[in-house]
């Protein structure tokens, strides 16, 4: 900075303090007794210990090194007055457009639209107005934004190093409800509300996504206050507006939110807002005196005509030698089967929601069925597993079909009497 050379390095914090350091050979940054310029305790990591070590102990052979503080430390914006998410590495700024950065290492925080400016001056940052920058120090409560270097007993190292495979929280999906109840509280155009899926009855974890519905009153059209509530999470929130899904009088809008948290929005006129299904929990307003219809679940019959079509395209595409799409049919051909076990032991048969459920023999028995790679034998004999599942579960699911076409299918290449 300031033509020094020196290497900036942002470091995400455990717990509560994100930091930017720069770069020493041979430099300790304190990790893990301390974080940032603050103690760290590896047992109670939401609260900062009052004494820890300035140097390396023995018997390290580095023992009498000093801890090398920040530069640049903050508190993760969840706390009250903390300034952003996890810090994201930047650059010095050397161009001729924006000259009051000049010289300036600018960063971005995670999540968020906001950057920051600062200036290293007798070994601490500055603002990008000259004053002493504003991060160091702040609330004392413990920030939510967990990095991937937290370590618990029995984790390997490569478990302790990998990334987190859903970066964002449970408080950060808190805040997403509570802005958009706050939002709905506000426009008078909507009159009710409720949380469905599967955090709406106590059944969802810390992976499950944000779903709200909400009724609109049946003199504005929902589409206008769609719209109007998606410029406001685009512009606030940076969601990115994914698709869109019409059901009956319902409109259903799916958006991305920083971190990977996906929120479901759904908006119907007021004399249609029913539970459309066991999952819904009512949070403002009323629902219509008539009830809502429950999606009915798909039919046997249904599943095990699709399934054998899919069969006999996959079986086309092996021998054109569309490898992909064959693949893609396969998959197709195991869903329809899993889904008839679903079915039949009353388990949700759609969009793969029941088939962890199933009985470890059942699901053993497709274990065949998956496509190890697209060389044309590999897929035939995925597609006869695939197939053979698809008619056994056919079978036990009292398909009047499933005799009918056994045979043809059977005597093809691609399956066996075995089953």
Not at 158 to 173: C, D, G, L, N, W
Not at 222 to 240: F, H, K, S
Not at 255 to 272: E, G, H, I, V
Request: with cysteine; glycine share 10%; hydrophobic share 40%.
């Amino acid at each position: 900075m300031g033509g020094s050379h020196d290497l900036f390095v942002g470091d995400a914090g455990q717990e509560l303090w994100e930091e930017v350091s720069i770069t020493v050979k041979g430099g300790n940054y304190g990790w893990n007794v301390k974080e940032g310029t603050h103690c760290f305790s590896t047992e109670n990591p939401d609260e900062s210990p009052a004494d820890c070590p300035d140097s390396v102990d023995a018997p390290h052979p580095r023992a009498g090194d000093p801890l090398i503080d920040p530069v640049i430390e903050y508190a993760n914006h969840h706390q009250p007055g903390g300034l952003g998410a996890t810090v994201i590495g930047g650059h010095v700024y050397r161009g001729q457009a924006l000259p009051q950065l000049s010289g300036r290492y600018v960063f971005p925080f995670h999540a968020t639209r906001r950057c920051r400016a600062f200036r290293a001056a007798r070994g601490r940052a500055r603002g990008a107005r000259g004053r002493a920058a504003a991060v160091l120090g702040g609330p004392a409560r413990p920030a939510i934004l967990r990095s991937s270097r937290r370590t618990e007993p029995g984790l390997g190292q490569a478990a302790r190093s990998s990334m987190r495979a859903v970066v964002f929280t449970v408080e950060q999906r808190d805040a997403l409800r509570g802005r958009v109840l706050a939002l709905a509280d506000k426009d008078r155009r909507v009159v009710a509300g409720a949380a469905v899926g599967s955090l709406a009855v106590g059944g969802g974890d810390r992976f499950s996504d944000l779903d709200l519905t909400f009724a609109v009153a049946d003199d504005v059209p929902v589409a206008d206050v769609l719209d109007d509530w998606t410029r406001t999470l685009t512009d606030e929130l940076g969601a990115v507006q994914l698709v869109d899904l019409e059901r009956g009088p319902t409109i259903y809008r799916v958006f991305l939110l920083p971190d990977a948290l996906q929120f479901d929005l759904s908006l119907t006129p007021a004399a249609r807002f029913a539970a459309a299904g066991p999952r819904f929990r009512l949070l403002f307003g009323e629902t219509a005196a008539e009830a809502g219809t429950a999606p009915k679940p798909p039919a046997a019959g249904e599943l095990f005509g699709w399934g054998v079509i899919y069969c006999l395209h996959a079986r086309a595409c092996i021998e054109r030698g569309r490898v992909w799409q064959a693949e893609h049919y396969i998959g197709a051909v195991r869903d329809h089967a899993l889904s008839l076990g679903c079915l039949r032991r009353e388990l949700p048969a759609v969009q793969a929601r029941g088939y962890d459920d199933l009985p470890a023999d059942t699901l053993a028995s497709f274990d065949g069925t998956h496509v190890g790679s697209l060389e044309p034998e590999r897929l035939r004999s995925a597609l006869s597993a695939a197939t053979r599942a698809l008619l056994h579960e056919g079978k036990q699911a009292n398909v009047p079909s499933a005799d009918a076409a056994a045979q043809p299918l059977a005597e093809s290449r691609y399956t066996s009497s075995g089953d």
